[in-house]
């Protein structure tokens, strides 16, 4: 079973930032954040990843609390193509990675 | 450019046929996974493997069988004993499987069983 939790969906306007949720509550001192994206019938596609301190690349950034149990993927100007399901994942990678159900997030004009 | 292909994208098999999926990576990779996707749920792991000519279970790994004799290969075999097998399947690799260590996944075979 999946070890995050994730909102099943959410909404965001054209152009805004998009803040998605995850929780982690079980997480363990070294094992990462990691974050897909899944766009239908597509393989995932990688997003970003963070142990402790907060990232940012050139697709979103990573902000994980103090305590580690919970972190926001931030798109900071959502498009149309950033439509897609996004995967929050806290295991080590490789090591029977467990994607859940992910958020589905919906870009509407 | 690097990356993962799976091939064919497509496949149609009838009941009690064993089907193979190809899965090969230029990305240099020591690790490589399979996963199963059905609609609208997450991935589950079938199997993987950290270096050639060794592999592992994932968490339902019952009906399936692998192989990793070159590098840049990962062949699943879909077997008659798998109760199921219609499903969207993805290959991933990884520069190893410790921690750090991002998948990337290819764009997935749609097996049909009929």
């Known amino acids: 079973d999946a070890k995050t939790t994730q909102p099943p969906s959410m909404d965001c306007a054209e152009g805004r930032a998009a803040n998605l949720p995850c929780n982690h509550s079980t997480i363990s001192g070294n094992e990462y954040v990691y974050w897909y994206r899944q766009i239908h019938s597509q393989g995932p596609q990688y997003i970003i990843h963070?142990?402790?301190n907060n990232e940012t690349n050139e697709m979103a950034s990573l902000i994980i609390t103090e305590d580690r149990k919970s972190s926001t993927l931030i798109l900071p100007h959502a498009t149309l193509r950033d439509t897609a399901v996004y995967y929050c994942?806290?295991?080590?990678?490789?090591?029977?990675?467990?994607f859940g159900g992910g958020t589905r997030v919906l870009v509407k004009p | 450019d690097g990356g993962i292909t799976q091939s064919p994208k497509y496949l149609f098999r009838k009941e009690g046929q064993n089907v193979t999926l190809s899965c090969e990576q230029n990305?240099?990779?020591?690790?490589m996974y399979w996963y199963r996707q059905d609609p609208g749920q997450g991935l589950r792991l079938i199997y993987y493997?950290?270096?050639?000519?060794?592999?592992q279970k994932g968490d339902i790994a019952e009906g399936y069988s692998v192989s990793r004799e070159k590098k840049e290969s990962f062949p699943l075999t879909v077997t008659s004993a798998q109760k199921n097998p219609t499903a969207f399947y993805l290959c991933?690799?990884?520069?190893?499987?410790?921690?750090?260590?991002?998948?990337?996944f290819g764009n997935g075979t749609r097996l049909t069983v009929t």
């Open positions: 994942i806290d295991e080590a990678a490789g090591n029977k990675l467990t």
């Open positions: 493997s950290q270096i050639v000519n060794d592999f």
């Open positions: 991933a690799s990884s520069m190893s499987t410790g921690e750090n260590s991002p998948l990337h």
């Open positions: 990305l240099n990779h020591d690790a």
């Open positions: 963070g142990l402790k």
